[in-house]
């Protein structure tokens, strides 16, 4: 993601300025670009671009909506990873860093299989030793399967996101907090948090946008995302170039959107001095 | 009357070094002792261990008849003792006025209104009540100081601690620090104060504590234990900061 450098020199700058200056983000015109490269292409060349827009448009909702589901659940599965790394408590620590390590170790393509079919097959095989009919007869349903690979993996990376941007806060705002009579878990949520989520900003913006990106994967899983239907596309009409161009173009809208709304959100919530 | 801080034979240990080789001191209510001592001489982890912001290893330390050994005893201590730090760590993503009433609503579940009244009249009393929708950093370390003072003063604490309050900041700016401290221990707030403001100490301590080593090498009323120490070790330190 473009790091914008004249955020540093901006911390000079004081509030009480009578106006902040007009700060317009030129990266805007990229993505405009992008969407007009694409309304140039459904208008000029309607067939094929026109039909394999119609045909992945279900795939672009899937796309959203696995990639936003899954992220909100690696903002709270990530948290609870992180507090667990810097934990005093040593099993929990240890329960978190060989979570961390696992996850880290296994490419996500071989998760998501794992996730679809190893573990139903496991939650079969358990239904048959303890006979319960229902177990037995399980069988995956491959969004959720998708959802609870791309969390569990991705709640790994963002624990070490967070845990970064806790320890990059100092000792003493937690001391502070603590010596006015604050409970561990009030000064993490009242002091330390709200300095630490504007620290992480950055990193947590590029985990979205690899999610998104990463979510391309569980086409593999049975999934009719936005890469899966941009295939079947190609099977049903033996077109190999035209699919991947929309397909390409529609994801780079989506990254660069997001990307565009994180730098946002990062002005608007940066430190007043 | 039985001392308001009783510490008794605490031992602390920072990996191999010793930092506190049984200090034990009793400390009434309304007395303000200064603890001065070489850099490294435990007199800043004594302070921290009254507020158990440091754990000690053996020893007892019994803050106004609360022990410090549960969690709960720990954090009902916190709420009667006020900390003040060398570095402020005023909250920087909170305004003046919210870093002051922060722990007000949230431990001492006070309602806005009685903790903004509560805090304004605080931020008078420091002198810079145009400062309360400031933010910290745009504070000069004085102001910083002062604000971090009403914060913890805003809890209501029966005692209150300094550590080195005065070492981050501009020549300028100390005196303002030293009046609001000075005002604090006019008005009979029991405070220990880590510092080497000799002034500051003989206009407001009872008591002067000089530390070396883990340990207390001489106490004694300010102006005494300055101009009358009886251990070499005092002397010693004695003339390289005055």
Known sequence: MPKDTHQTIRVFKTPSADQPPRHFDRWWFLLAAVIALIVLLITLVPDPYMRILRFVSDGIWVTFYVTM????????????????????????????????????????????????????????????????????????????????????????????VYRAGIQSISKGQMEAARSLGMTYFQAMRHVILPQAVRVILPPVGNEFITLLKDSSLVSVVAVADMTRRGREFQA???????????????????????????????????LER | MTPIIQIKDVHKHFGNVHALQGVSLDIEKGEVVVIIGPSGSGKSTLLRCINRLEEFDAGSIIVDGIPLDTAANINAVRTEVGMVFQQFNLFPHLSVMNNILLAQQVVRRRSKEEAS???????????????????????????????????????????MLFDEPTSALDPEMIQEVLDVMLDLAREGMTMVV??????????????????????????????????????????????KIL
């Not at chain 1, 609870?80 to 880290?104: D, F, M, P, Q």
């Not at chain 1, 397909?247 to 660069?256: F, G, I, Q, S």
Request: aromatic share 10%; glycine share 8%; with cysteine.
């Open chain 1, 69 to 160: 589901i899954s992220f909100v659940l690696v903002l709270i599965f990530g948290l609870i990873g992180g507090l667990g790394r810097l934990s005093k408590v040593n099993i929990l620590k240890g329960i978190a860093t060989t979570y961390v390590e696992i996850v880290r170790g296994i490419p996500l393509m071989v998760q998501l299989y794992f996730w679809y079919f190893a573990t139903p097959g496991l939650i079969r095989g358990l239904g048959g030793a303890i006979g319960s009919e229902a177990l037995t007869n399980y069988k995956a349903e491959p969004i959720f399967m998708a959802i609870i690979g791309l969390t569990f993996c991705y709640s790994a990376y963002m624990s070490e």
């Open chain 1, 236 to 270: 049903a009409t033996f077109t190999s170039i035209e699919p991947w161009i929309m397909v390409a173009l529609l994801y780079l809208v989506m990254t660069l959107f997001s990307a565009r709304i994180v730098t946002w959100i990062e002005r608007k919530t940066r």
């Open chain 2, 117 to 159: 009244r509560n805090a304004m009249m605080l931020l008078e009393k420091v002198g810079i009540p145009d400062k309360a929708n400031a933010f910290p950093l745009q504070l000069s370390g004085g102001q910083q100081q002062r604000v971090a003072i009403a914060r913890a003063l805003a809890m209501n604490p029966k005692i």
């Open chain 2, 194 to 239: 880590v510092s080497h403001e000799m002034g500051f100490a003989k206009a407001a301590a009872n008591r002067a504590i000089l530390m070396d080593a883990g340990q207390i090498v001489e106490e004694a009323p300010p102006d005494i234990l300055f101009t009358q120490p009886k251990q070499d070790r005092t002397k010693l330190f004695l003339s």
